[in-house]
């Protein structure tokens, strides 16, 4: 069961912070990790540059966190003084925002003298699958980790809290960063993986040859710039004439589908590296995405493995997961006898490589 055991419970609640990039974010989780309320602003300020702009993003996050992390505790019906601590992603994101996020949280922890628990954002999306409810027996350690979001493309040997191998990624984009780049280029709004999704939809994911980048090739890294402008070069006799609608449809299928391919390759591949892991986890924006999904879904049942992905509204940015690594991360502590975990000397980090987060648990380590 992946619900904390009673010696390993905070006293009270957890109220999360998330804010590592263009999401506002705010969630409670009881003691055993049951969500008591959650919210999430997605900044809606973004959209005419194409893209998050780290100073809007900040400031939306500073204007827009204590109005939510009010309303999120009468959702919950509870005030500060029941918290038992609190969270935020402290990285790695966008320097001004987690500046934000960490600093309304350590605000809240000093005043109302409970500690405050750093948290790593890509070690939350690494987590989420074993929220209480996602999967049946609670996704036992070890299991295989595809994180895909708009800043991480990675496949990650998850062998338990704290303990994380990254097996391989991206060595250009992201996939959600093609995804909003295909779309941009397509004439889709931003963020444009839904978007692109949705159009894709209407497409033959047949219609158009593209590349499957590093297809095949030993190893689990990913590759998506060359399918990027393998869609440039089919996009390009059309100069600044609108898209026929049909033709940018295909064009969306038969994107989707290139990632789909290479990923589910590369994700066979990250499995021969982890023959130990029975489960396949899938997490991120990305993971939203129903192609997607399908092949990972088919990938793990061809090798009889298990396959989990977060709801959807999971996958995307929220604070739920920050709680819930939280709370891991307070039984992890509890359960080796290392004291409550209490980070208020933390410093946000831009960068904060998951390899890094064994320190935690190790006595006499102490974290910069
Ligand atoms: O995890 P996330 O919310 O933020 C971080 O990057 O941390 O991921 C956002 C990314 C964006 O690039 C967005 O276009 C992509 O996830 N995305 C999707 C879908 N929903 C969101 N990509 C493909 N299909 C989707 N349905
Ligand atoms: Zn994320």
């Known amino acids: 069961m992946s619900h904390l055991s009673a010696t390993a419970q905070p006293p009270g609640p957890v109220l999360a912070i998330e804010s590592s990039c263009d999401e ?16 999430v602003v997605s900044q809606d300020g973004h959209a005419d540059f194409g893209g998050v702009v780290p100073e809007i993003a900040a400031r939306a996050h500073l204007a827009l966190l204590p109005g939510l992390v009010e309303a999120t505790l009468a959702d919950a019906g509870l005030s500060t003084t029941d918290l038992g601590f609190v969270a935020a992603s402290t990285g790695p994101g966008l320097i001004g925002g987690l500046i934000v996020g960490t600093s309304f949280a350590k605000g809240l922890a000093l005043a109302l003298d409970i500690p405050f628990v750093a948290v790593n954002h890509v070690e939350a999306h690494a ?5 209480p409810g996602i999967v049946p027996d609670g996704a036992p350690f070890p ?3 595809l994180l895909v979001s708009g800043g991480h493309c990675q496949c990650i040997a998850v062998d338990g809290v704290g303990h ?4 391989g990624g991206t060595i250009d984009d992201a996939a959600g960063e093609a995804f909003d780049k295909v779309a941009k280029m397509l004439g889709l709004g931003w963020p444009g993986g839904p978007a692109l999704e949705k159009l894709a939809q209407q ?18 890294d990913f590759s998506f710039s060359g399918l990027k402008t393998a869609i440039a070069q089919k996009l390009a006799p059309f100069g600044q004439d609108p898209l026929p609608h049909q033709f940018a449809a295909d064009l969306a299928a038969s994107f989707q589908q290139a990632v789909a391919d290479v990923v589910a390759d590369r994700i066979n591949h ?29 990938v793990a049942q061809q090798r009889g493995l298990r396959f989990a992905a977060p709801p ?12 819930w690594a939280a709370l891991e991360t307070w039984r992890e502590s509890a359960e080796r006898g290392l004291p409550t975990p209490n980070d208020t ?10 390899e890094d987060m064994a320190q935690r648990f190790e006595p006499g380590l102490t974290q910069a």
């Open 203 to 220: 497409g033959n994911p047949n219609a158009i040859p593209l590349p499957r980048p590093l297809l095949r090739r030993p190893g689990c």
């Open 143 to 145: 299991y295989l980790l």
């Open 164 to 167: 994380y191998r990254k097996l």
């Open 24 to 39: 506002t974010a705010c969630a409670i989780l009881s003691p055993t990790g049951v969500c008591l309320a959650q919210r």
């Open 127 to 131: 987590l989420t699958a074993r929220l």
């Open 345 to 354: 000397t933390l410093r946000p980090r831009p960068r904060w490589p998951l």
């Open 312 to 323: 959807l509204k999971l996958c995307t940015d929220n604070a739920v997961m920050v709680g």
């Open 270 to 298: 990250a499995l021969d590296m982890m023959p130990q892991a029975r489960l396949l986890v899938a997490a991120g924006g990305v993971a939203a995405n129903t192609t997607l999904r399908t092949r990972l879904e088919e």
